[in-house]
C-alpha cells in the first residue's frame, strides 16, 4: 500500500503544479481485492491527510462496490425509476385534461 501512496504523492504534485488541489473531502479509496482475500483496508494519504475508505459510492450515477457485484447499482436504478413513475403518475396519468388519443387534430405544420 505505501506504492499506491506514493502514486498519490506524484499525482498531488503534478496537480499542483498546474495550479489544481485534490479535494481530501470528496476523495474517497475503495479496494477490490481478490476473491477469497481479506486484507486490511489500506491507509492512503494525500498530504499527509488521510482519504476515507469505502465499501461502495456512487460514480457518474453508478454504484461501484468492493465485492463488484451489480446488486446496490441495480437497486439504486430501480428506486430512481420508482421516483420518476411516481412524478408522472401525480402529475400525467391522474390529470383529467390530459386525453390518450392520438388521432390527428387536423392541424397540420
Not at 45 to 63: A, E, R, S
Request: proline fraction near 5%; include cysteine; charged fraction near 20%.
Amino acid at each position: 500500500m505505501k506504492q499506491l501512496t506514493g502514486v498519490m504523492d506524484c499525482f498531488a504534485n503534478a496537480a499542483k503544479r498546474f495550479g489544481l488541489t485534490i479535494s481530501t473531502k470528496k476523495t474517497e479509496v475503495m479496494l477490490q481485492p481478490c476473491p477469497g482475500s481479506s486484507p486490511s483496508k489500506p491507509d492512503i494519504f494525500v498530504n499527509d491527510t488521510p482519504l476515507n475508505v469505502v465499501d461502495k459510492f456512487c460514480y457518474l450515477g453508478c454504484v461501484r462496490s468492493q465485492n463488484a457485484q451489480i446488486n446496490d447499482d441495480i437497486t439504486r436504478r430501480i428506486g430512481a425509476a420508482s421516483a420518476a413513475f411516481g412524478i408522472l403518475e401525480s402529475r400525467l396519468w391522474k390529470e383529467r385534461g390530459v386525453h390518450l388519443s392520438t388521432e390527428s387534430t387536423g392541424l397540420q405544420a
